[in-house]
């Protein structure tokens, strides 16, 4: 590829995403922009760019972004954290908890989200209290099959058994595929939302954030203006949950690290009780 074309590409992908590609993804961009291209029936990469940047609509951009990004995810990724959410909210359920509220930065196809309100509802057990999980991505492509929430049989080894039969139903129109249940999809409301471009539309206080594998896209500018975002939108001593291999390294954020990829906010500086039941 071009060198001047590719820059184009890397600036287009950070202006409108935040995404940052370095030097090493240019393999890469040839290939997946060339199979959009193709797609297209359009055979000059600056015609693709040109094509993309003067698209208004932004339908083009979120194919783009699905071609240099992955909306790789699975139920129950990186298990631990879904048993330190029960944990939490096992703990807060015991006090005076009448509200919940929950954001899924970053949703993709809709297994993280459903993950989340099928550990929050199967410990939770009080129908009375508000629990609402605000999921959110960019890829408007991975909201419709998140929204949908159907799922091949093979996509569903790690939900715990009885979580497959109280939350999931067998999908009338193919028989090696489930649907999730209105029990669990009335707790979430899907949004699209660029994690690039705070200040974000939502309100506060928030319990929880999962905001897990995305901030490897990001440089550390976004990353710093995200987690800032984040902040403020959480309450004190609420918490926040990365992927494994992200950190806060290198932001100034407020947040204490509670166990690798795990933080809290602290209030007034002092540990939240739950954090006595961390390792
Ligand atoms: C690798 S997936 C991670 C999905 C899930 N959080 C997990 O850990 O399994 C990354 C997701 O981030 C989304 N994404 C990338 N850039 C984004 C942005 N600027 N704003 C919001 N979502 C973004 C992609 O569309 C994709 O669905």
Redesign the pocket.
Known sequence: MDSVVFKRFCAHAHQE???ALGPSKEALLTARVGKRMRALGIDDERRYLDYLEADRTGEELVQF??VI??????FF??PDHFDLLRTLVDEWRRTDLRRLRIW??????G??PYSIVMTVLDVLQDPDIDFKLLA????TR?LTDARQGVYPIDQLTAIPRPFLERYFQRDESASDTYRVRDEVKQHVVFRR????QPPFPMRGPLDVV?C???LI??DLPVRQRLLAAISALLRPEGWLFL?HTESLTGITSGFRMARPSVFFLPSEGELPAEAGLLP
């Open positions: 995403a935040g995404i972004l699905d990004s992955t909306n790789h995810t699975s990724r990186e899924c930065a970053a949703s993709s196809s297994e993280e959110t991505d960019i890829s991975a939302l660029n994690l690039a999962f897990r594998n995305v896209y990001f992927g």
